[in-house]
């Protein structure tokens, strides 16, 4: 046999173990978000959408996650309105558990949120809020608790580390310094099982 060969065959090994070992589920909670250094009160929003737990070990699995998410913040100002950032996120999850298997679980994980709304597309044809940048890099972290018949219960915080004041020109940004999102998210997923 020659390398290409066996590569394929190892290759193919791997999918098919992964496959086996990945359940796709939906996901449903609550935001609670926040621009930092901003005259805004927090925002509550919702998220939903979809993942895809694939299980490498007792004590270990990685869930890639794609959803919907409503952020942003209130204003009690009558010169300026609120802000709502509407964000398609795509998130890679690690997910440690204290036990074999099941139960009690700590999350840490990054990805990127892509604003529905002022995106590249829209900014380059002036048509969206140049002033909300396109798109946010984010980190995570938090616990849960995935109970047997495959109901996951979930409170993480995230973290935006890409300023969403995108050219620095909007008034309700008084402070000096990046405006970054901070989200806290409660909610529940449910893994199918196949």
């Known amino acids: 046999m020659n390398k290409l060969s066996i590569l394929s065959i190892v290759a193919g090994l ?3 173990t992964i496959s086996a070992q990945a359940r796709p589920g939906i996901k449903l909670g609550v935001n609670n978000s926040t621009i930092s ?16 737990d694939i299980t ?3 004590y270990y699995a990685l869930q890639p996650e794609v959803f919907y998410s409503s952020q942003g913040g209130t204003s009690n100002s009558t010169e300026f309105g609120d802000v709502e ?13 204290v036990a074999p298997n099941k139960g009690f679980h700590f999350i840490i994980g990054g ?17 969206g809020d140049g002033e909300i940048s396109p ?5 995570y972290g938090g616990l849960g608790y995935e109970f047997g018949l495959g109901l996951i219960l979930e409170a993480r915080y995230k973290q935006g580390t890409v300023s969403i004041d995108f050219l620095g020109g ?16 409660i909610g529940a997923a449910y893994k199918f099982k196949l």
């Open 85 to 97: 950032i509407d964000y398609l996120s795509l998130g890679v999850t690690n997910k440690f558990f």
């Open 14 to 16: 791997i999918c098919v």
């Open 56 to 58: 490498f070990s007792d």
């Open 170 to 185: 909007d008034d309700l940004y008084e402070e000096p310094g990046s405006n970054l999102n901070g989200v806290f998210q």
């Open 37 to 52: 250094k901003t005259l805004l009160d927090s925002r509550t929003g919702l998220y939903i959408g979809g993942i895809l």
């Open 111 to 127: 990805g990127l949120d892509f604003n529905l709304k002022s995106n590249f597309v829209n900014i380059l044809n002036t048509e």
């Open 135 to 139: 798109l946010d890099v984010v980190v």
